[in-house]
């Protein structure tokens, strides 16, 4: 039943501007909990989360303030073992994603992060934007199938690290459970 009593505001995306990256993940965690409280619409859920993650990387120092998309891939069901866009900010990006290509389709058929310092060290990565150049991708997970991936790509090699693992992973359990999939 959805919490009719929560006002949503604008304010969940405002971090302190000297904030860690430790804190800032708390923050987004703790933010996203209470948006998807009585409301499990994926779309609704992921596009608030991006913002979330947006917002939460551009209060931080260098490399997270370079980050430069963050965002969601879904499961297509429309065609089997593909990806297609979900809710992100950031610059315009592929549409389609299948299963085994690119970083996202990787870690969507492995069902497992894929952390990578320096995107042309990964044979098949899909360059939508010539300026990504680290990347970590975090499959959602229900029932065994992976059916969306969080997506982060920064303009700066080794952009992520353990914390990022960790935080986003956390997320990726969150977003499996508060959402009708
Ligand atoms: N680089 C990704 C494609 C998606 S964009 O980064 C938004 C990949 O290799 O799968």
Redesign the pocket.
């Known amino acids: 039943m959805p919490n009719l009593l929560t006002t949503v505001h604008a304010e969940a995306s405002n971090f302190a501007s000297d904030v860690t990256k430790e804190d800032a993940y708390k923050q987004v965690l703790s933010q996203a909990t209470a948006l998807l409280d009585g409301q499990r619409n994926w779309h609704s859920n992921l596009a608030n989360t991006s913002s979330l993650l947006w917002h939460a990387y551009k209060s931080l120092p260098t490399p997270s303030a370079s980050v430069n998309?963050a965002g969601f891939y879904v499961l297509d069901k429309s065609r089997a073992s593909q990806l297609i866009l979900g809710p992100f900010q950031g610059k315009v990006?592929?549409q389609t994603?299948a299963f085994g290509k690119?970083?996202?389709?990787a870690a969507a058929s492995k069902r497992e992060t894929l952390l990578i310092h320096d995107v042309k060290a990964f044979p098949g990565?899909?360059?939508?934007d010539g300026d990504?150049k680290s990347?970590i991708v975090v499959p959602i997970v229900v029932g065994g199938q992976t059916v969306a991936i969080i997506?982060v790509?920064c303009a700066e090699v080794e952009g992520f690290d353990e914390v990022d693992r960790r935080a986003l992973e956390e997320l990726a359990r969150l977003l499996e459970g508060a959402c009708d999939w």
Not at 102 to 105: A, P, Q, T
Not at 125 to 128: G, K, L, Q, T, V
């Open positions: 998309w990006a592929c994603i690119g970083v996202c389709g990565h899909i360059a939508c990504s990347e997506d790509d």
